[in-house]
Each structure stands twice: as C-alpha cells, then as structure tokens.
Nanobody, 119 residues
Framework: VQLVESGGGFVQAGGSLRLSCAAS????????MGWYRQAPGKQRELVAT???????NYADSVKGRFTISRDNAKNTMYLQMNGLKPEDTGAYYC??????????????WGQGTQVTVSS
C-alpha cells in the first residue's frame, strides 16, 4: 500500500485547509485509515481515524473543527480542517492499517504534508 498526501500549506488562524491522501495498492486489506500529526519536538499524535464502515474518531483538540472522510471509489481520504489554530501546526501524515482482532498486522504511512498556521 502506498499513500501520498497533499493539500498542506500556510494559512492564517481561523482559516481552512483540506488535506488529501491518495492510496494505491492492496487497499482491500486495509480496515482503518487515519490522519496523524507531529509538531516540532513533539511526538506524533492521532488527529482522526475512519474505518471501512465509516466510523470516525477524533482527538478532543480537533472535534467540531476537523472532518475526516473517504471516497472509496477514488481510494482517497480527506481531512477538512476549519477554524485552524497555531497549535494545529505540524506535519500531517496519512496512515492505513489492518487490524485483526486486537493485533496490528500491517501499518503504512505517507511522507507527510506540512501545515503551518500563523497567529
């Protein structure tokens, strides 16, 4: 599975961006996708996830501002980010994984796209 992110950029606080993650390869093996981010000097953290059944999960810090979605026909996942804050700044990574019961059996990452929010 290969993942390519796009849509990052520079935006002022309160603005919006939409990230895209184009997936290719054996996507039928994947049962969950998500977005993670990493700010300089900090650990990578969960932003949002979406399952094959369209069940979504969000970090508390982005609830009500970000929306994760996927277009299975295009093998593309999106992250609509509204009301951006300077603390949303970081590299955003697309993730795809296969979990069997409680075991992570496959885990794929994109190269990341930078989001910078100015105050």
């Amino acid at each position: 599975v290969q993942l390519v992110e796009s849509g990052g950029g520079f935006v002022q606080a309160g603005g919006s961006l939409r990230l895209s993650c184009a997936a290719s390869g054996r996507m039928f093996t994947i049962n969950s996708m998500g977005w993670y981010r990493q700010a300089p000097g900090k650990q990578r953290e969960l932003v949002a996830t979406i399952t094959g059944g369209e069940i979504t999960n969000y970090a508390d810090s982005v609830k009500g501002r970000f929306t994760i979605s996927r277009d299975n026909a295009k093998n593309t996942m999106y992250l609509q980010m509204n009301g951006l804050k300077p603390e949303d700044t970081g590299a955003y990574y697309c993730n795809a994984r296969r979990v069997q019961l409680t075991t992570l059996v496959a885990d794929y990452w994109g190269q990341g796209t930078q989001v910078t929010v100015s105050s």
